[in-house]
């Protein structure tokens, strides 16, 4: 791989210069802006998603749907733990160097990157996280996977990557995420069912609220009494 990107006709190069030429363009708080985002930024903002999705589905699903969903927004991080350690010898093996070492002219925004680039963690790490998250709720999913496209953009804008290193990313998560989703969820499913059935640890799938729409009862609300005396009413039926 590194010895195709060595050569400054190849597309992945020419369109590593057109990205990264963008940022010797931009005005240099927004390259600030862009290096926090590509390194840390976008990450943290997938993480949320994953958090908001696991309080919309327990505070609106009912028990079933609320455990597979569960399910999988647990399988979300877990892909994206998967697929790194899944990435450690890919790196090893194809030993690309960062494309900085090899090109003149980059705009490198981050500094002190001395391990390889194929393929690209950050990329791995964020398609995993939003295609798993997707396997649990579509919208959120679909969210978080516009999030990790732009995290692969963002680090190919920084100059630490070559977009076929992001592309890389993108696949290998997409594949770990999805191909292994059956297996995971089959594990998850009955163990977040358990921990919804036990004491506590019910209201890590189901809200208080849910139950109180959906099972008034279970939570101290009368239901209404249909064709019986008003509360309050007295022996004859009327209001005390």
Not at 220 to 231: D, L, Q
């Amino acid at each position: 791989m590194a010895v195709l990107a060595s050569d400054g006709s190849n597309p992945d190069v020419g369109l590593l210069y057109d990205i990264n030429g963008l940022a010797k363009a931009a005005p240099p708080w927004f390259d600030r802006v862009m290096e926090f985002a590509g390194e840390y930024g976008i990450v943290l903002a997938m993480v949320l998603v994953v958090l908001w999705c696991w309080w919309n589905v327990r505070r609106r699903g009912a028990f079933g749907d609320s455990v597979s969903a569960v399910a999988g927004i647990v399988w979300a991080p877990l892909a994206a733990g998967i697929a790194l350690l899944v990435n450690i010898p890919i790196r090893g093996f194809v030993e690309r160097p960062r494309p900085f070492r090899d090109h003149q002219g980059l705009d490198v925004l981050v500094a002190g990157k001395t391990d390889f680039s194929f393929v690209s963690d950050h990329a791995t790490l964020a398609m995993a996280l939003g295609v798993g998250l997707f396997v649990a709720h579509r919208r959120f999913g679909l969210a978080a996977i516009g999030l990790a496209l732009l995290e692969g953009f963002a680090r190919v804008y920084m100059g630490v990557h070559y977009p076929t290193d992001v592309i890389g990313g993108f696949a290998l998560g997409t594949a770990v995420a999805l191909l292994l989703a059956p297996l995971a969820l089959a594990v998850l499913t009955p163990v977040v069912s358990a921990v919804a059935r036990s004491g506590r640890g019910t209201r890590l799938v189901r809200s208080r609220r849910a139950d109180a729409v959906r099972h008034p009862e279970a939570v101290g609300i009368p239901e209404p009494r249909v064709g019986g005396p008003a509360p309050g009413a007295g022996r004859n039926g009327l209001a005390a």
